[in-house]
């Protein structure tokens, strides 16, 4: 679950915190740090844009949220 949000969102110590928070356990944090970077790393290099990129692109070519929107 780490790894795969480290990947999406790009942000690797956020998922990290929120696995601990969520599971209270400590002893694997040098292995999920391990996975996440590698995945990071991985998705970076074959050019994989974060969700937040792919879904603000998404939306300006729909005209969703612009000046379109709030001339309405």
Do not use: C, K, N, Y
């Not at 974060?50 to 300006?60: E, F």
Request: aromatic fraction near 2%; avoid cysteine.
């Amino acid at each position: 679950m780490r790894t795969l949000f480290a990947t999406i969102v790009r942000a690797p110590f956020t998922g990290l915190v929120l696995v601990i928070e969520m599971t209270a356990v400590t002893s694997v944090t040098i292995p999920m740090l391990v996975s996440g970077a590698m995945a990071v790393v991985i998705a970076s290099l074959l050019r994989s844009s974060p969700i937040h990129d792919a879904l603000q692109v998404r939306m300006l070519e729909r005209g969703v949220g612009g000046e379109r929107d709030q001339a309405s």
